[in-house]
Nanobody
Framework: QLQLVESGGGLVQPGGSLRLSCAAS????????IAWFRQAPGKEREGVSC????????DYADSVKGRFTISRDNAKNTVYLQMNSLKPEDTAHYYC???????????????????WGQGTQVTVSS
């Protein structure tokens, strides 16, 4: 059974960094694209970034471009989201999700993903 487990969230001051992890099991990891989404209270879930099964040329939402980096380690069945220069507006619950092969769109759309983790909370506050 496909399972995704996020970790690495927490409370950080503005300007700080966090690295989120998405550990996968129960499927052929290197044949799947993995995306990161986030949802703040009262807002819709938004795509942050996605990395395809090949890991080629991931894209990022404009709000995080230049600050966040997605990567994958197929040997560890894990995708990471390195978040630097964090801002209070980055505060949200962060989710990873999986779909076969491609991200479908450069900036992932929730409706394209069927398999989700439970998420990890990121709070950026002084």
């Amino acid at each position: 059974q496909l399972q995704l487990v996020e970790s690495g969230g927490g409370l950080v001051q503005p300007g700080g960094s966090l690295r989120l992890s998405c550990a996968a099991s129960g499927f052929t990891f290197d044949a799947y694209a993995i995306a990161w989404f986030r949802q703040a209270p009262g807002k819709e879930r938004e795509g942050v970034s996605c990395i395809s099964s090949t890991g080629a040329r991931p894209d990022y939402a404009d709000s995080v471009k230049g600050r966040f980096t997605i990567s994958r380690d197929n040997a560890k069945n894990t995708v990471y989201l390195q978040m630097n220069s964090l801002k209070p507006e980055d505060t949200a619950h962060y989710y990873c999700a999986a779909r076969p092969v491609s991200c479908a769109w450069p900036i992932p759309r929730p409706t394209d993903f069927r398999s989700w983790g439970q998420g990890t909370q990121v709070t950026v506050s002084s």
